[in-house]
């Protein structure tokens, strides 16, 4: 076997970003922040632009993207007021119909295929990139992005567990900042400013032993499956899978909620987001999503971030980072009884939470690895050609048997992203 976990030594800094500034407001004579929404269509696309819509022209999208849904770019683009029009749209994909953008060729220019967006994405009129492109595709945009310094407030989780050194190397090379948009992420970064509010200046670099970290405990709301038996789980349906019971969110991270893969995937994340070591970050089921993450620091004091689940607070606070606005996003009402539960995950039921440990602890090519097979794998569920069970268990499959690279360059991890999506066709096909 080629691959295996260990605990390499952490360089203990703080990427380009958190734990080392302060969350403020924002006052009114702030110059409206100019910005890329990359994945407009999605489900975080839609609400960024409500995000943007309530700002009163503090938020101005400046470029919008999609993949293939230009009819819905189109009807996005016919609800913004004629001055606040995007300059550029992007279509990623060269054969998607691009008729129903016709009526804005005059004013809009349009760029077609990944390059073009990147080409954009580096412009120097945009301040902030909303990277909220499904799945690995966002990679490339993610990267362009932070190579020109930009902010990147990241909603592509798969970016960071592909290539979580790569990105976090390039911010820092270049000046960018990773903000993140997950909402667990979004709590922990709360937490960590909430806790050093004098670490002010952004560039000042701190450690997790600085900082006083203890633990990250990442909250999972255990999904529509968590009180299923294992039997029950072996012929759960692509219908039952789909339906979360507290957020609304696109297919492919639905299932993910599912299989727990998401929360490993947020295991890895913070690993790369926060240079926390694997064996710091815990996770709790708690049904309620009220409370998003905590940070349990070393005399014992825990901070937890809570508000409803909706995503628009997290997009909020990423696009005005560093400051708070008034929120348009709800909140809890006090005067009722809320309760919350929180407990520990059943490893043996989701087995998914060991492969995300793993994977963050030993990095290299591990991420781009795991990321691929299960997007591979969720597609051939969703497609009813793999059962629910079989999901991590490919995944697993695929991880042990992959040849492991410790500092793997770009081209490196899209290759083993295109090996592991063969492998697990492979297995499909076999079945
Ligand atoms: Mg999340």
Redesign the pocket.
């Known amino acids: 076997m080629s691959w295996k976990p260990e605990y390499p030594g952490m360089p203990l800094t703080i990427p380009a970003f958190p734990g080392t500034v302060s969350l403020h407001y924002m006052d009114n004579s702030s110059s409206p922040r100019r910005v890329a929404v990359l994945g407009s269509s999605g489900s975080i696309g839609q609400s960024s632009l409500e995000v943007i819509a309530k700002s009163k022209g503090q938020l101005v999208p400046l470029l919008l993207s999609v993949h293939r849904q230009t009819d819905i770019l189109a009807q996005q683009l016919r609800q913004l007021s004629p001055e606040h029009l995007p300059r550029w749209i992007a279509v990623t994909d060269e054969t998607a119909d691009r008729s129903p953008l016709e009526e804005f060729a005059k004013n809009i220019e349009i760029a077609v295929g990944h390059e073009a967006l990147c080409e954009l994405v580096r412009h120097r009129d945009i301040d902030i990139v909303l990277s909220a492109i499904v799945g690995s595709a966002g990679l490339t945009s993610t990267l362009a992005a932070l190579e020109s310094g930009k902010t990147v407030a990241l909603a592509n989780k798969e970016s960071l567990v592909m290539g979580g050194k790569l990105l976090t190397d390039l911010a820092q090379k270049h000046g960018g900042r990773l903000i993140p948009v997950?909402?667990?992420h979004s709590a922990i970064m709360q937490a960590l400013c909430s806790w050093r509010m004098e670490f002010a200046d952004a560039t000042v670099r701190r450690s997790v032993d600085d900082l006083g970290i203890a633990k990250i405990i990442l909250t999972a709301s255990g999904g529509p499956f968590r009180t299923k038996s294992q039997p029950e789980l072996e012929n759960v349906s692509v219908a039952e899978a789909l339906a979360h019971p507290t957020w609304k969110m696109g297919k492919k991270i639905t299932i993910d909620s599912a299989t727990l893969m998401?929360k490993a995937l947020?295991i890895i994340e913070t690993r790369w987001f926060f240079d926390v070591p694997a064996e710091k970050i815990d996770v709790v089921i708690h049904p309620q999503s009220l409370i998003h993450s905590m940070v349990e620091f070393i005399d014992g004091s825990v901070i937890a971030q809570m508000s409803p689940p909706d995503m628009r607070l997290p997009i909020q606070l990423a696009l005005y980072y560093p400051h708070r606005v008034l929120g348009i996003a709800s909140k809890i009402d006090w005067t009722k009884m809320q309760s919350l539960e929180l407990y520990p995950p059943d490893f043996d039921r989701f087995p998914a939470l060991l492969l995300g440990l793993e994977v963050a602890a030993s990095g290299g090519t591990a991420g781009a690895v795991i990321n691929a097979a299960n997007e591979s794998a969720v597609s051939a569920f969703l497609a009813g050609r793999l059962p629910f069970l079989d999901i991590v268990k490919v995944c697993r499959l695929v991880l042990e048997h992959h040849h492991f690279e410790s500092a793997p360059t770009l081209e490196q991890l899209l290759a083993i992203d295109r090996w592991a999506r063969g492998e697990v066709e492979r297995f499909v096909d076999r079945r």
């Open positions: 997950d909402s667990e998401n947020e």
